[in-house]
């Protein structure tokens, strides 16, 4: 049974939308973080938004005013609204958990298995 399970995703045209869900299948201590990150083809996996437990939200300048992330305490589910898609948004996203509340890309201690997301111009 995995630990993050993902849904949502697809293939959209250039100015639309699509929500990613993350449901966590962990017990979560005081302090922790939760994240989306994306690899896009022939590209370092990057971070796209982070949420820590205090309710602190970052975002890459590239997604920043399109893109949203929310979290449902009660459901254990992250999710990642995108508006306004465009072709660079195009990669595999992926949600991850840090138990320590950071959200630094390589010390990430659960990873979801990946969704992808296809934007055609």
């Known amino acids: 049974q995995a630990d993050l399970v993902q849904s949502g995703g697809g293939s959209v045209e250039a100015g639309g939308s699509l929500t990613l869900s993350c449901t966590a299948r962990?017990?979560?201590?005081?302090?922790?973080?939760m994240g989306w990150f994306r690899q896009a083809p022939g590209k370092e996996r990057e971070s796209v938004t982070t949420?820590?437990?205090?309710?602190?939200?970052t975002y890459a300048d590239s997604v920043k005013g399109r893109f949203t992330i929310s979290r449902d305490a009660a459901k254990n589910t992250l999710y990642l609204g995108m508006n306004n898609l465009k072709p660079e948004d195009t990669a595999m996203y992926y949600c991850?958990?840090?138990?320590?509340?950071?959200?630094?890309?390589?010390?990430?201690?659960?990873w979801g298995k990946g969704t992808l997301v296809t934007i055609s111009s």
């Open positions: 962990i017990t979560f201590p005081q302090s922790y973080c």
């Open positions: 949420i820590n437990s205090d309710g602190r939200k």
């Open positions: 991850a958990v840090d138990l320590r509340g950071y959200c630094f890309l390589h010390d990430l201690d659960y």
